[in-house]
């Protein structure tokens, strides 16, 4: 039987896909790119015009062999759930009606859905795959902030995605990653608290010498 805890948390991880999905979809619409593998798919769905959820999912397996290794099979059990949950989400957008946005109105959305969205799955530990993963563990081990830690990234790969929208669109890109690391650092305590490896406790002295 499931218990009361591990409901709670499997609808903060649902509420978080369906959040982060809403941001992307966003972006999406507004032709503006965002960070992470999200994001290199977002720019390969422009390129081939072709789904983002195909991209999306195939781009995170090679990051999940690392979360196996680094950050436990429980870390990364949720995080291919989230990242399914999200593919599933964004593949949608084919039966939604057509709708569309300014540029800086969808940046600026999408960056805030997508900040919050990501926050609640860091909390609850889980990721949606790619640099996610990397910043959460430099977090775990060397206490990086792990919203410098995406924007970096995510810098980067606007940077390689503006061939696809123009400059004015990348710009606005880059605001849109940066509002989401500051929202992402905002709760960067509460995200190191819950994903903080579980001390072991030492052992007592009849323990120690039996």
């Not at 409901?7 to 992470?36: F, P």
């Not at 290199?40 to 081939?48: E, V």
């Not at 990348?170 to 709760?187: E, K, Q, R, V």
Request: charged fraction near 10%; glycine fraction near 10%; aromatic fraction near 12%.
């Amino acid at each position: 039987m499931i218990s009361r805890e591990a409901m709670g948390r499997l609808s903060m991880l649902v509420l978080g896909c369906l959040i982060t999905s809403m941001g992307v979809l966003i972006l999406r619409h507004s032709q503006v790119v965002t960070g992470g593998t999200a994001g290199l798919s977002l720019t390969l769905s422009y390129l081939f015009n072709a789904p983002f959820a195909i991209f999306f999912f195939t781009t995170n397996i090679p990051f999940y062999l690392f979360s196996f290794y680094r950050m436990g099979w429980r870390f990364t059990a949720t995080t291919i759930l989230s990242v399914s949950l999200l593919s599933l989400l964004t593949g949608l957008d084919r039966w939604l009606p057509t709708f569309s946005l300014t540029t800086g109105a969808g940046a600026v959305t999408g960056g805030i859905l997508i900040g919050f969205g990501l926050s609640m799955l860091f909390i609850n530990r889980a990721s949606l795959g790619g640099i996610n993963i990397l910043a959460l563990f430099l977090q775990q081990k060397k206490k990086w902030n792990p919203g410098t830690v995406n924007f970096v990234f995510d810098f980067i790969i606007v940077l390689l995605g503006i061939y696809s929208v123009g400059i004015a669109r990348g710009l606005w890109s880059i605001l849109s990653i940066a509002i989401t690391s500051c929202i992402i650092s905002y709760f960067k305590k509460k995200i190191g608290n819950n994903n903080a490896p579980t001390a072991q406790p030492h052992p007592s002295a009849s323990e120690k010498y039996a």
